[in-house]
């Protein structure tokens, strides 16, 4: 995998080409580490759950065997019908289903509840994006580091 | 009295309160016939008897009560607001019984609205909790500016534009309604933040719709039915309450959306948000990748199904701490793969985590091949050089 990364260019995002495959696999994994990471700095949410049997059913994972998903999807319309003029009630659900889509395990969630996880959710990635940029940002310095003093 | 009531209600209302007075016609119906049973029993005394019960500071009570034996009750001595509150849903229940045992309590007397009264602490926690409550409370703000005339004033509270509708004036009574129907409407959109009782609103609706009462009788009876119709709108709008509580604190987390205003264009900035923050994690994974040849996570098998479900990253751990069965699972797997020594942080013991950030400032140790740190690769410049290329590119 290493011989693969050193013919690498700058496209390697458009090509999966056999040299960047290694890279993508790898990129991938670590995606769904911070993903898993995720899960695990907010273990009861609902979120959090929804993300991990993703995570696990992406792996090929057969002992979950859960039927979590399809529940009861769609449980937005119940709040809003009646409340405003029908445009508003038409653009507010569709955006609703959209931050559902966004949300893991968001289908699942009427609007209240799911306003309450996308606030947790928000907060998790919020901290995840942090704690991903200070690792990038310290390799980096080493790398410099090793650079510098093994050069 | 009852038919002049029903009559009032027919024709001396604008459409606004259509589906109203349709309820409160069909209501009349069955008071008349409850009447006829003459199935009622004197529910006066059950409040005031419940007094240490706090039932005697429902002001929902109070409501059909003449001024003097409201004020009578008042000053019974307080009890907690929440029995208040739910004997205030019980005694609503009792409210239409004392219509019909005292008619004459419908006639209030002019210019006043005696019969809302000014309960300190209930009027306090209505205030507070009431789905009225929006911005400024202007629904129980107006109850002491009213009642406090006859009634120890409580604290004050701003007296909003609220309160003139709510003002009873005889004369007006069909814009009156009208306009506290679309302050309420209003108040719904809006919200309070807090969620409320039940019960609480419905004494708070009930009352406010007593206020202007003295010239629709038919109110009354719609205070009552709104008793069981209302807890349906009453859960809508707790329902609705909370959800415009977590929608303002959804805005407070994402940047820039307090001064948004309009829930779609909220919505809005808090998808872009969120995908801008799923985008992020995404380009940092493979920022990471394309930067950090060595980072990998080889044991994403094993510990995606363990149950522990710890992050184990990388080969090379050795045996050295390994004291639960999933990490060794990850070692063993990752021996099997040949590859060169990664860097990895090792989750599980924490300790060590402050020594391998303090590294940074002696980075000659990560050579070392014991602690399988930072391994060395001939390909270093390329890398390298690929990640000042990609410091720039991101």
Redesign the interface.
Known sequence: ??KQ??N?S?S??DTPTAANAG??E???????????????SSRGRHWSRAL?SR??RR?G?G?CGCKEEGLAPCKVAE?LVG??GDD?VI??ER??R??QK??PGGEDLA??QL??E??D???A??G??NV??A??G??????????L??? | MEPTRSSGAGSGNSGTYTPEIEESLRFEEEIQSLMRDNTMHPSLEPPPASGGGGGSSSFTALLGLPANQAVELLHQPDSDDSPAVAAAATSGRELWRFRLRDPKALTLPSGFSPTFPSNAALVERAARLSVFAAEDSPEAASVPSHSGDRFPKPKAEPADSDSQPICPIPGERPQRPAKRKEAEKGN??KGAAKKTKSAEEGSAKGAEENTAGEKLPYVHVRARRGQATDSHSLA?RA??E??SA??K??QE??PGCSKISG??LV??E??N???S??R???L???????????????G??S???AEC???S?GNGRGGGGMEQSAWTEATDESRRQP??QI?HVDLVHPHQTPSV?ER?DS??L??HPGTSL?GY?P??????L??N?L?T?L
């Open positions: 995998m290493e990364d050193s690498r700058l390697f995002i890279f993508l790898r990129g991938r994994r670590i995606k769904m580490a911070a993903e898993m990471g995720l899960v695990e991990r995570l696990l792996k994972n002992a709040d409340e405003d508003e653009e507010i955006r609703v959209a931050l966004l949300v609007m209240d306003f309450e996308t606030a959710y928000i907060e990635l919020q995840q994006v991903m940029r690792l990038a310290l390799l980096d310095g080493l790398e410099k580091e090793k650079r003093m093994g050069g | 719904k959109v809508e329902r609705r909370k959800i977590r929608m604190l959804l987390l994402v829930t779609a919505l809005d808090i998808i948000h969120v995908q923050l799923q992020q994690v995404e940092l994974s493979m920022r990471l990748a394309a930067v950090h040849p060595r980072i990998d996570f080889s994403l098998d510990f995606l199904s479900g710890r992050v990253v590859q060169q860097w950030w940074v980075p000659h990560f050579v930072f690769d390909a270093n410049s390329v890398v390298s690929h990640s290329q410091k590119e």
